[in-house]
């Protein structure tokens, strides 16, 4: 069985999502081992953020919230970081 690995960033933490975060280079690797970084859209939002600001690779979702619930309903594990 193979697992599946996100990482939804929400509240100030989606600043470090940007093209020009120092946690580009980071982001680019967890990708490489298919590990899915998702920003909350609300956070995003509330940051003055758009998709295009978002370094390659960073996915979204509307929120993070609603999501991680979503998931955690689908029997995800939920590990808060």
Do not use: F
């Amino acid at each position: 069985m193979e697992a599946g690995i996100e990482v939804v960033v929400q509240g100030p933490g989606v600043k470090l999502l940007t093209k020009n975060s120092p946690a580009t280079e980071a982001i680019t690797n967890a990708g490489q081992l298919h590990v899915d970084i998702l920003a909350c859209g609300n956070s995003m939002r509330s940051a003055g953020m758009e998709d295009k600001d978002l370094a390659p690779g960073v996915g979204t979702v509307p929120a993070a919230i609603a999501h991680l619930t979503r998931r955690q309903w689908d029997g995800w594990a939920y590990a808060r970081l």
